[in-house]
């Protein structure tokens, strides 16, 4: 069991703490991980193979050869530790980043979820700002919601926000921010929604920020001035962001994964037990325990902050936005969604937090 590195160009190595050896994967196949005990982890049919990345922690079955390199045969990710044995294991400690709970709050909080019938979030991802026809059909969604008789409690809206890499090159922010500017106007014009609702956005890949490193901070001020000035009490959140309804821990996360850990992917996954790239990918995050364990070369993360893509415990909803095909999965009892890109498919989620429900919905195209 290690982790697999690229010490030298073109050659793999399976590390640990101690030592490194020589891989050799033309051969491998990709494998369901071997559950050691039902006590603390799920059951080996409940589980899918994932994609086997450079940077991934694996369990390798093989033979060492003469030549000193570990002919790998099998290959799958550690067993999958239940939330309830993770927390259990460490009691009174806060992971998630929204502090420690008494038992009574806890339960004054699960009383609350199991109540809160009428609690909605809306996630819309892609919202090109500068394309008019992204712009209509948002429009048409706000107005819709704004008819009813209960408003989304929560819009989440991610990124990319513009339909081209916004960056010094581009030199397009001060149009960014008045196109901000415009959103906010159409947020404003809907009354029910602006008393009854909170906006939280989340930056995409190619939106405007210091660097492409994880995790990506919030949109700067400069571009949501205008918005403020209409939707004042909004909230711009970083990439990735976390969500803490009552008890339910909800992670919400705008990357293009699923393109990038195909691309990278060392060992195909196995198609015994599907063959959706989607429900491999929520295997490998979960697996993994981290939101992007792909090479650094491909995605770089910030050290200090990497504790800030950790899945441990699990959460009990991942968002994952994705300009792929719209998606709903759960996993080991994880929901998992992704919403696709609106500005392409005109697809979003209504998410019911109290009973996990949820909708995947879009607008007619034509």
């Not at 002919?71 to 400690?93: H, M, W, Y």
């Not at 712009?135 to 991610?158: A, G, N």
């Not at 009854?196 to 949501?224: V, W």
């Amino acid at each position: 069991m290690g982790v697999i590195s690229q010490l030298e160009d073109g050659h793999f190595y399976l590390e640990d703490l101690t030592a490194a050896v020589e891989i050799n994967l033309s051969n491998a196949i990709s494998s369901k991980c071997v559950v050691k005990t039902e006590a603390y982890y799920f059951t080996v049919q409940d589980l899918f193979s994932g994609f086997v990345l450079e940077n991934t922690i694996v369990l390798a079955e093989g033979e060492m050869l003469l030549d000193g390199i570990f002919q790998v045969k099998t290959c799958g990710f550690p067993p999958l530790e239940n939330r309830d044995k993770s927390i259990s294991a460490f009691p009174g400690i806060d992971f998630f980043g929204c502090g420690t709970l008494t038992k009574e709050e806890t339960l004054r909080f699960a009383d609350m979820e199991k109540r809160a019938v009428n609690y909605m979030f809306v996630v819309i991802s892609d919202i090109w700002l500068d394309n008019k026809d992204t712009m209509t059909r948002l429009e048409e969604v706000l107005h819709e919601y704004e008819k009813q008789d209960v408003v989304p409690s929560l819009f989440i809206f991610m990124g990319n926000f513009s339909s081209l890499p916004c960056n010094l090159s581009s030199n397009s922010f001060s149009s960014l921010r008045s196109q901000f500017g415009e959103l906010g106007q159409i947020i404003g014009a809907c009354t029910n929604l602006m008393q009854q609702s909170r906006f939280l956005l989340i930056p995409g890949p190619d939106d405007p920020g210091p660097s492409t490193a994880l995790p990506r901070c919030a949109l700067p001020k400069y571009i949501t001035e205008e918005f403020k000035k209409h939707i004042p009490n909004a909230l711009f959140s970083s990439n990735p962001c976390r969500v803490k309804f009552c008890n339910q821990e909800i992670v919400f996360f705008r990357q293009d994964l699923l393109y990038r850990m195909r691309r990278s992917c060392l060992i195909r996954p196995s198609t015994e037990e599907t063959s959706d790239p989607f429900k491999h990918l929520v295997a490998t995050i979960t697996h993994q325990s981290h939101l992007c364990p792909l090479p650094l070369t491909v995605q770089p993360v910030i050290w200090n902050y990497d504790h800030c893509l950790h899945l441990y415990p699990t959460p009990q909803t991942i968002v994952l936005g994705d300009k792929s095909e719209q998606k709903e999965f759960e996993y080991a009892g994880i929901k998992c969604f992704n919403p696709g890109s609106f500005s392409t498919d005109s697809t979003f989620v209504a998410y019911r937090p109290y009973n996990r429900e949820v909708e995947l919905s879009g607008l007619q195209k034509g």
